[in-house]
Nanobody
């Protein structure tokens, strides 16, 4: 079992930046690929970014590529999402997730989410 707790959400103006953090506890963090997802009001949850267990590879949704950066610190059991050049369409609840298997599959563990609101 892995417990995930997100933090760092809030209200920011368009063009601004935020950094989300996700602290993991439980099983060995470094064994898991990690991801970020988001869900806007009235929409389905969507993939944002993922990083392999070693941190050596990352992948991004087209909508955030070049603006968002996912990273991890396995010594701190934490994964981050640096969000720059934020837009109104980035407003959503952001969820941290952990993958037991392939990072292309459905995550196995989820955090409770943190709200990000971008004002225009």
């Amino acid at each position: 079992q892995v417990q995930l707790v997100e933090s760092g959400g809030g209200l920011v103006q368009a063009g601004g930046s935020l950094r989300l953090s996700c602290a993991a506890s439980g099983r060995t963090f470094s064994n898991y690929a990690m991801g970020w997802f988001r869900q806007a009001p009235g929409k389905e949850r969507e993939f944002v970014a993922a990083i392999r267990s070693s941190g050596g590879s990352t992948r991004y949704a087209a909508a955030v590529k070049g603006r968002f950066t996912i990273s991890r610190d396995n010594a701190k059991n934490t994964v981050y999402l640096q969000m720059n050049s934020l837009k109104g369409v980035d407003t959503a609840v952001y969820y941290c997730a952990a993958y037991k298997g392939s990072w292309y599959g459905k995550p196995d563990y989820w955090g409770q989410g943190t709200q990000v609101t971008v004002s225009s």
